[in-house]
RNA sequence: GCGCCCAUAGCUCAAUCGGAUAGAGCAACAGCCUUCUAAGCUGUAGGUUAGUGGUUCGAUCCCACUUGGGCGUACCA
């Protein structure tokens, strides 16, 4: 619908030269009776070109040259809206688009060629992984899926670093906890990691080596076999919500490979950095940003902006087009160190886009409970997808913008798991599952030669929901507006129940009743389409 | 103090570059199943879009200030 406006627009625009000066924007009112679609182009005009907006509103439509049988009216309204109505039968060919393209409807070859890395979750092993890393994970990878939808050709990246003083603590909290199974008396500092499978861990070492490492340290066995369990239960969960990584970069790789090295004296090279009070300092005042930031310690320790600026160098060498980073507000003060610094050094920064989720805000009777990996004070991913399953899961992180704060109530989840908007739209998969069945049962099938008898208002309104599909993954995907997909979900889900309420199938007259399958069959294909982009199954019957 | 994000119906959230009468779900109330799944549908009620000013044909959206909240602001990551 929309490509063919823009296309009598295009020939339009030979007579009318003030149409290319201005990005043609179709919008679906808000209103059914504003039409199909709309234009503001003559309230923008009216400024530039000085005149009453409804005068240039009727210049472009009378220079318009349309066919009849697609486009019904065209009606001027308002303040100068150039409202369009489409025909009934022109509506209906969306069906025998969706019906041919199957799980392809939707997708778009507009970035194919391209590649893009999706970064997310990113959480170094301490602990397993939190309902907090569950927003980022499922955006995440919901991302990736859209931009995969679009063309790209995606990679999806977990980057994480196993040294520092976080895993030395670790690697002592499960020494403690062993020497403790064996007897010995330990002070458990409080600032140590107090979770329960520190003790499991330790549990597992002395069921397998004795009291043979009593003498180990703690960054030896201690810290390498807690890395290796924790993240062997990081990849569990992921799976469990459907997340599977195609690369994990271990940010040691950066300095065996020399890279923080050579960055470093780059920086110097350039004239970026200077010494001060024993410490390496990046001047990005110089860069245009707030403070200068301290790269390298003065006990010799490079500090994390350091390794995650040649982090991202390795990705502008791996021949990304796109870059995504995905981080929880906690991070919103380190990404421009490194935009600025990568920019500096010479790349296009533009590639990389940073989406900042905000926090889940946990309330459990009625508290907002604080959660810390180190404290043992969280609720894991694993216990919430126990919980309520990982539809409902990824479906809730993936329905509200991402600049929200966002409330999850658990005990609300549990009790209205029922009522979760998730299930709205998986029975209607199911429902129209159910009618297929029936409907073959009683001999009818679908037939693409009648859809003009779909004339009903549920049906039109349903048929235009159709269309917009593709727009909408579209625009989505480029914008990263993931809890988009979700709310057109809704509204196509709820326009089929009301079809299904008001039009019937079996019982219709039979040409009618095949339009009507093939109809289903379109809602159910973009319905499943659309759940996948969510991660969501798509069940046959509930 | 400074920076980023946020404030919309009782609750949780939407609102496609600034568009027409600000929309859903939950909760409340009133209806709809001898016929394809009632996890559904229909209707009612619910709002000074935190506040004050500004920009213009038009502001939930942009700007300024105020109030209230989240996250930062480290030689932690």
Redesign the pocket.
């Known amino acids: 619908m929309k490509n063919y406006l823009l296309n009598i627009f295009m020939q339009a625009a030979n007579k009318l030269n003030y149409l290319n000066e201005i990005?043609?924007?179709f919008?679906?009112?808000?209103?059914k009776?504003?039409?199909d679609y709309?234009l503001?182009a003559a309230?923008?005009l009216?400024?530039k070109l000085n005149r009453n907006p409804r005068d240039i509103a009727k210049e472009i439509v009378d220079s318009l040259e349309y066919d009849k049988s697609i486009i019904e009216k065209i009606d001027i309204?308002?303040?100068g809206?150039i409202?369009f109505y489409f025909s009934s039968s022109y509506n209906t060919q969306v069906i025998n688009q969706i019906l041919t393209e199957k799980e392809n409807f939707g997708r778009s070859q507009k970035h194919s060629g391209k590649r893009a890395m999706v970064e997310f979750i990113s959480a170094?092993p301490t602990g397993p992984l939190t309902v907090g890393h569950g927003r980022n994970a499922v955006v995440g990878d919901t991302v990736a899926n859209m931009l995969e939808r679009i063309g790209y050709k995606v990679d999806r990246e977990y980057y994480f670093?196993n040294a520092?003083?976080?895993m030395r603590v670790l690697g002592d909290s499960v020494r403690l906890r062993y020497l403790e199974l064996l007897g010995y008396q330990i002070h458990f500092p409080e600032d140590y990691y107090q979770g329960e499978y520190i003790k499991e861990i330790a549990s597992m070492l002395k069921n397998e080596h004795g009291n043979k490492l009593v003498d180990e340290d703690a960054e030896g066995i201690f810290k390498q076999r807690a890395e290796k369990e924790i993240f062997a239960d990081i990849i569990k969960s992921m799976e469990r919500i459907g997340i599977r990584m195609n690369n994990f970069y271990n940010?040691h790789l950066l300095f065996e490979e020399g890279r923080i090295e050579s960055l470093l004296n780059e920086f110097e090279k350039k004239n970026l950095s200077y010494k001060?009070?024993?410490?390496v300092w990046l001047k990005l005042t110089e860069l245009g940003n707030?403070?200068d930031?301290?790269i390298v310690?003065?006990?010799g320790?490079p500090?994390?902006r350091l390794p995650d600026i040649a982090y991202h160098i390795t990705k502008f060498e791996r021949g990304y087009d796109l870059m995504v980073d995905l981080f929880g507000?906690?991070?919103?003060?380190?990404y421009p160190d490194v935009l600025a610094a990568l920019k500096a050094l010479g790349y296009d920064s533009e590639k990389v886009k940073v989406l900042?989720h905000?926090?889940v805000t946990i309330l459990q009777k009625g508290e907002v409970v604080k959660m810390s990996t180190r404290k043992a004070n969280y609720i894991t991913l694993d216990e919430l997808v126990d919980e309520v399953g990982a539809d409902v899961v990824r479906y809730f992180f993936n329905?509200?913008?991402i600049?929200?704060?966002?409330?999850f109530d658990l005990e609300l989840a549990k009790k209205?798991s029922?009522?979760n908007?998730v299930?709205?739209l998986q029975?209607a998969h199911?429902?129209i599952?159910?009618?297929l069945?029936?409907?073959k049962e009683e001999g009818l099938g679908s037939s693409l030669s009648n859809l003009e008898l779909l004339t009903t208002e549920s049906e039109q309104n349903l048929l235009k929901k159709l269309y917009g599909f593709p727009d909408e993954v579209l625009?989505i995907a480029e914008n990263y507006?993931t809890?988009?997909i979700a709310?057109y979900l809704?509204e196509l889900a709820?326009l089929f129940?009301?079809f299904?309420?008001e039009?019937?199938?079996?019982?219709s007259e039979k040409k009618l009743a095949e339009a009507r399958i093939a109809l289903c069959i379109a809602v159910q294909t973009v319905l499943k389409n659309g759940l996948s982009i969510l991660g969501v199954s798509a069940p046959?019957?509930?």
């Open positions: 990005e043609l924007t919008t679906v009112p808000n209103q009776s504003y039409g709309s503001n309230m923008i009216s400024k309204a308002g303040p809206f409202n170094n670093n520092g003083r976080q940010e001060k009070d024993d410490a707030d403070a930031k301290v310690k003065s006990s320790e500090t994390y507000s906690d991070h919103n003060a380190t900042i905000q926090f329905m509200r913008g600049t929200s704060h966002l409330n209205q029922d009522e908007p299930f709205y029975y199911a429902r599952a159910s009618i069945r029936m409907t625009y507006e809890h988009r709310i809704e709820a129940h009301r299904y309420t039009c019937r199938i079996i019982g046959d019957s509930m």
